[in-house]
């Protein structure tokens, strides 16, 4: 709790998750609000295990991921985006292309389509770059390289900004009663942070 909330702040988020893993922290922020039946967009310069995940791993359990080149035009990334797509995915810096994505294109195309931004910032940690304030909406990190400090222990963290209007009629996880926890609606429950709330009540229980 003490490390979510130091690496909470360090991002200027309201709050976060720790995880096992890095793919962990990953896996999770898709499965929080993307079900068999929905898309989302990931650009093509990630982490080869990211690839694998969304290629392949995401597709037999149903999620498609249409991936983009991070340098197309807002057009082409415009004309990527399906009824059901979820979520638009980045890495600040890619591994291991160290590609630096312009985090504000994605998120001003995400915001236009009503879903959020989802940022890795494994690479670049908030020391160098804090993803919120150019409009990501939550972060993820593989916590195993920088952020350990020393790469000694395997871990990850998905962190809240708390801006993201989950109540937008396309997240009904988030709005709707969760069977799951005490029949509650994360949105009307947790306001702000009813997304980090739910990775922790729902998926990682
Ligand atoms: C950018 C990035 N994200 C995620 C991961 C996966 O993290 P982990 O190895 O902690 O599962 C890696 C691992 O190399 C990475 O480089």
Known sequence: MAVEKKIADLEGGIGSLC???????????ILNICSAGDSFISAT?????????????LKKLGIECIFVDQNASEEEINSAFKKNTKAVFGETLANPALTVLDIEKFARIAHAHQVPLIIDNTFATPILCKPFLYGADIIVHSTSKYMDGHVVQVGGVIVNSGN?????????DLTEPDESY???????????????????MQLKR
């Open 19 to 29: 995880t096992t893993s890095g793919q962990a922290a990953i896996l999770l922020s």
């Open 45 to 57: 310069q990630i982490y080869g295990g990211s690839i694998n995940l969304f290629a392949f791993t």
């Open 164 to 172: 993201f209007d989950w109540t937008n009629g396309k997240f009904p």
């Open 182 to 200: 005490h029949g509650i609606s994360y949105t009307e429950t947790y306001g702000k942070s009813a997304y980090i709330v739910k990775t922790r």
